[in-house]
Every structure is written in C-alpha cells, then in structure tokens.
C-alpha cells in the first residue's frame, strides 16, 4: 500500500504594495519563504514529484490568500 507525503504552498497578496509572498511547508520542516512568483514555486516542487490535490482562495478588498496542498509517493 502506498503512503504519502504532503507539503503546502501559502501565498499572501497585498493589492496595494503589489508584493506577494510565497511560503513553503514541507514534511517534518519550517514554512520557509520562496523566491520566485506562485506559479514558478509550484512548477519547481512539480519537477521534484509533487503533484496538487486541493487548493483555497480567499480575499477581501486589496487583500488576498492562496494555499496549495500538494502530494507524493513517499520511498
């Protein structure tokens, strides 16, 4: 039976500033701030077998908050 591993990918957007954060959880470590944009974070942790399987949007006036779950096969 397989078993899994999860990570999550949190980012915060301020409409005002125009700068955004992006944070990574990985298994058994801290939150640690990316470089890059969203789409450039998750495309590297793809290429490293990562594969999405849920994601949550929410925001009000020139705030905003993302977070992707990801998965993969543990060895």
């Keep these: 039976m397989p078993t899994w591993e999860y990570a ?3 980012t915060a957007n301020d409409a005002e500033s125009q ?18 944009d ?6 590297k942790l793809g290429a490293e ?12 006036g020139t705030w905003g908050f993302e ?3 990801l998965k993969r096969q543990s060895s």
Aim: charged share 10%.
């Design 19 to 36: 700068r955004a954060g992006v944070s990574v959880k990985l298994p058994g470590g801290q939150s640690e701030r990316q470089q890059g």
């Design 8 to 10: 999550s990918v949190i």
């Design 49 to 60: 077998g990562w594969e999405l399987v849920s994601y949550h949007s929410s925001g009000a």
């Design 67 to 69: 977070q992707f779950w």
């Design 38 to 43: 969203t789409s450039s974070v998750l495309n």
